[in-house]
């Protein structure tokens, strides 16, 4: 049921893109990407929805494959900020305030000078 | 407050000790997640709440995880006889489209 990321890991220089992966199982409602840095919360960055609805970070992009379960996170034009585990959450559900998310093992990103 | 707040932040327990971690949610949120995130992993579902009502506690490790929402606002998550496996980080996150994590409270249990 656990989403499968990829890469675990990657590492970019400034200005680098990279795209993170997240596939799943099961059948998707909605798709949540979120970043952590060492020591502190995860951060919302996008939620995609059945349909094709998107709502997020102005600087990301992401799509959401419905047919086969997966979406993907486009970072282009890499900052040092952008450096944290990047993890996708898997919603099931449409009901109106729930959301309950299952989320990957998570997409070590590290952007160097 | 702007964002999901916890406490405490950090919470160091002989085994055996009994804990309890607090949740302020986002004002006006209904739905309220506990997560526990052990090193290098993803967030786990613990329990979820809707208002005051505990809708799924299916995440919950063993009975001596027990969480409540008594006024459907604050949350709080008590383990009891804490055991070394139980060392990790309890994120609480509420929601409204979609889930706004609090800072987490990193537990070690000696």
């Known amino acids: 049921q656990q989403p499968v990321q990829s890469p675990q890991a990657v590492i970019l220089r400034e200005g680098e893109d990279a795209v993170i992966n997240c596939s799943s199982s099961k059948a998707l409602y909605s798709v949540h990407w979120y970043r952590q840095k060492h020591g502190e919360a995860p951060v919302f960055l996008m939620i995609l929805l059945k349909g094709g609805e998107q709502k997020g970070h102005d600087k990301i992009s992401a799509s959401f494959n419905e047919k086969k379960q997966q979406s993907s996170l486009y970072l282009t034009a890499s900052q040092l900020s952008y450096s944290g585990t990047y993890f996708c959450?898997?919603?099931?559900?449409?009901?109106?305030?729930?959301?309950?998310?299952?989320f990957g093992k998570g997409t070590k990103l590290s952007v160097i000078p | 407050g702007a964002g999901v707040s916890q406490s405490p932040r950090y919470k160091v327990a002989k085994r055996g000790q009994d804990v309890a971690l607090r949740c302020d949610p986002i004002s006006g949120h209904v739905s309220l997640f506990w997560y526990q995130q052990a090193l290098g992993q993803g967030p786990e579902f613990l329990t979820y709440?809707?208002?005051?009502?505990?809708?799924?506690k299916s995440g919950l490790p063993s009975d001596r995880f027990f969480a409540e929402r008594p006024e459907g606002s604050v949350s709080t998550l008590k383990i009891q006889r804490t055991q070394q496996e139980d060392s990790a980080v309890y994120l609480c996150?509420?929601?409204?489209?979609?889930?706004?994590f609090g800072p987490g409270t990193r537990l070690l249990v000696l």
């Open positions: 709440f809707q208002n005051e009502a505990q809708l799924d």
């Open positions: 959450g898997t919603g099931l559900d449409s009901g109106a305030g729930s959301y309950q998310l299952t």
């Open positions: 996150a509420s929601s409204s489209e979609t889930q706004y």
